[in-house]
């Protein structure tokens, strides 16, 4: 049987999951609340019930699980209402602007035994999960970096995105999924990491930011996010220790070159302007396997699949309390980081 789900926030990701729960074979949505009247009049005009206040929502005793999709410094009182009115949540990312704040949420969910979870769609990218396969399968050895990247040349999008006040700017808005994903990957515990920011088009909060993950066991990963980039740099680059992996862009299959032997007999040094050089000699197809791998299957709607079968007990919820803290302590050393303009030592 379907659970009753009702959205807070029909803003853009508002309106993606009301798209999405119309089409699911797991929720049923009962409608939307949100503060603008030009949004609950858009939602009324498509036919979608729209509830006049957030009490309403919480004393409509059908309503199972919410969905908060509002900017993010609201996230905390909005969801701390649902959950203590005994409703399941779910939270856009970043599911808080700070450790104190979720470890409050948590022991809310936690106090009154319902599940709490934020919504990290970008799981179900092709792209990561292409890099994920490859990370998984050990198929060019044992990964020894990952680097990740997201570029474009618009500045922040949107508008309170831009602002301080509601916890704005691109660590907190792409950079988050890209450090879900990478921890995805990498296991380990983290041992120190290094973050700079960057300020091209804003000045209030960051509009890019380089941030540098050293793991106990030797790995490193390399997240960066530029909004002021006119030659975007490729998505994922993969090192292991018999091969490569790179994807240029998300809509590309993964490139993977695997070396079947280290040494040749004979290297011919290329010619460069300068002089000879043994280092950028190519590779040929006696030493190395070159291949793409197919872009793997996803469906994002097996995350709402998940959240009902972890509310009948039927399933682990795939976004974890310890996933949503570890995600958030990082970010919190990041900002520590750029602040410091030096590396430093993480703490769990």
Not at 159 to 170: L, N, Q
């Amino acid at each position: 049987m379907k659970k009753n789900l009702v959205v807070v926030g029909y803003g853009g990701m508002g309106g993606w999951h009301v798209e999405h729960a119309l089409k699911s074979d797991v929720v049923n949505l009962l409608g939307i609340y949100d503060i603008d009247p030009a949004k609950v009049e858009k939602a009324k005009s498509k036919n979608i019930f729209a509830y006049d206040s957030l009490e309403a929502v919480l004393a409509d005793e059908r309503v199972e699980i919410i969905t908060v999709a509002i900017p993010n410094d609201s996230h905390r009182s909005v969801v701390e209402a649902c959950l203590n009115a005994k409703k399941h949540v779910i939270c856009e990312k970043p599911v808080a602007l700070s450790v104190e704040d979720l470890e409050a949420m948590i022991n809310t969910a936690n106090k009154n035994g319902v599940i709490f979870t934020t919504h990290q769609n970008r799981r179900w990218d092709v792209d990561f999960l292409a890099m994920k396969q490859i990370a998984d399968s050990k198929e060019i050895g044992d990964v020894v970096r990952i680097e990740s990247r997201i570029h474009g040349s618009r500045g922040i999008p949107s508008d309170w995105r831009g602002t301080k006040e509601h916890g704005g700017g691109m660590i907190l808005d792409w950079g988050i999924h890209l450090i879900d994903q990478v921890l995805r990957i990498f296991t380990a515990k983290i041992d120190s990491l290094y973050c700079e920011t960057t300020h091209y088009t804003n000045s209030e909060v960051d509009d890019g930011f380089r941030l540098s993950m050293y793991f106990e066991d030797g790995k490193t990963a390399y997240i960066e996010v530029g909004t002021f980039n006119f030659i975007p740099m490729p998505r994922f680059y993969m090192q292991a220790k018999s091969g490569s992996a790179m994807i240029t862009d998300w809509r590309e299959k993964c490139k993977v070159v695997k070396c079947k032997a280290w040494h040749e007999n004979d290297v011919l040094p290329v010619k460069t302007a300068a002089g000879l050089t043994k280092t950028m000699a190519p590779r040929d197809s006696i030493t190395t396997d070159v291949y793409e791998i197919e872009r793997p299957s996803s469906d994002v709607h097996d995350f709402y699949r998940n959240m009902v079968k972890a509310v009948n007990g039927e399933e682990t919820q795939l976004v974890t309390h310890e996933h949503m803290l570890d995600d958030m302590k990082v970010m919190e050393h990041a900002f520590l980081s750029a602040s410091l303009k030096q590396v430093v030592k993480f703490k769990y």
